[in-house]
């Protein structure tokens, strides 16, 4: 097939290379260079990275809606779209330029976790399973009608980390699935439930402060869904530091008290203990590694 790949993270790049092994990349559109890194300096998105270093034209305008941009976006003449946290909506001449439409790979099981961070909110939010959707888009927000899903577990150990590469690779594999299928006319397109919708609203900073008055499990899947990033974090003194990963033990105390040497922390019910930390300036470390350089001693009341 003839595809045009929009698409902008590293989570969408596993999807890119997949389909690249087996189709014609027409064109790729990803979001205009940024700033980033500690340097700030402008760069392209990995997806902009990887399109460039395979000889694939790439196109990062700022938005879709001018006549010429869409008159451009036609031209392609594809057979179908893939998109995968492409981050800019789609007006409707560009879902209509395909032959097929524009189809979407989307990191939750519809309609659950419409929107911009199913990922993390999934595991915030306490859910036992994820997983990948490929939607056939409309003008709504994550709302057209739904292709194919894979599903995968959360466990207490999950990171949004590690939840993002499993589902990276998951979409990747299913939209090369169905695009065989839509090839053969095996697709059965199913409308979103209306039961059972939520939303993804996009993480806040604001929201990464731990509150260790909440249960334990419920504190240490906010840490999890909130690592790498942003990190949810705590504060000693004038020190703030982030949380990475966590695991339930047993004890009680007042919350947000440290109840050994070893960052076991009381929460409203329960314990956590953190199993990797951040200081700020630093990179991440480990509970041993950290504390063979600041110390936290039983008692010690984090804020």
Known sequence: MRIVFMGTPDFSVTALARLAERHEIVAVYSQPPRPAGRGQQVRPSPVAMFAEKH??????????KKPDTQAAFSAHKADVAVVAAYGLILPQAVLDAPKFGCLNIHASLLPRWRGAAPIQRAIMAGDK???VTIMQMDAGLDTGAMLMARETPITDATTAQALHDTLSAMGAGLIVETLDALAQGRLLPAPQPDQGVTYAEKIDKAEAHIDFTRPAREVLRHIHGLSPFPGAWFAHGAERIKALGAELVPGSGPPGVTLDDRLSIACGEG???????QRAGKGPASADAFLRGYALPKATALA
């Open 129 to 131: 399973v994820s997983g």
């Open 55 to 64: 000889g694939i034209p790439v196109f990062t305008p700022k938005g879709l």
């Open 271 to 277: 314990a956590v203990r953190l199993t990797s930390v």
